[in-house]
């Protein structure tokens, strides 16, 4: 849900914010990316392209006390999994600092 007076999403009833940074960048990273698609079928002006730099670097951060539900590596390989087939209109450029295998070798 939008919450539109905070211009932020609820989730599970808990604003994005309450979040670690991790969740928040994978929410985040969600959000940009689907926004495209609906912006671009509901008629309105998107840019056809979402840039982003290591969207699950929060997520990874070894010094983090933040509980997480997915190991880093299985939450890393399913985003890269789904983003390498990902057909939506317009395009999706990743920055990413460290090698990610999409489980074909």
Same mark, same amino acid.
């Not at 929060?58 to 997915?70: C, M």
């Given at each position: 849900?939008?919450d539109?007076? *905070?211009?932020?999403?609820?989730?599970?009833?808990? +604003?994005?914010?309450?979040?670690?940074?991790?969740? !928040?960048?994978?929410?985040?990273?969600?959000?940009?990316? *689907? #926004?495209?698609?609906? +912006?671009?079928?509901?008629?309105?002006?998107?840019?056809?392209?979402?840039?982003?730099?290591?969207?699950?670097? +929060?997520?990874?951060d070894?010094?983090?006390?933040?509980?997480?539900a #997915?190991?880093? !590596?299985? #939450?890393?390989? !399913?985003?890269?999994?789904?983003?390498?087939?990902?057909?939506?209109?317009?395009?999706?450029?990743?920055? *990413?600092?460290?090698?990610?295998?999409?489980?074909?070798?």
């Amino acid at each position: 849900m939008l919450d539109t007076g *905070e211009c932020d999403l609820v989730i599970n009833d808990c +604003a994005r914010l309450s979040y670690g940074a991790g969740k !928040r960048g994978i929410f985040l990273i969600t959000l940009t990316i *689907e #926004l495209m698609p609906h +912006a671009l079928q509901a008629g309105n002006l998107h840019l056809d392209v979402v840039v982003t730099d290591s969207p699950l670097k +929060a997520y990874a951060d070894p010094d983090s006390a933040e509980e997480r539900a #997915l190991p880093t !590596r299985t #939450l890393t390989d !399913r985003f890269y999994a789904w983003l390498s087939t990902w057909s939506g209109p317009g395009q999706i450029v990743v920055g *990413e600092n460290k090698k990610i295998s999409c489980g074909d070798g």
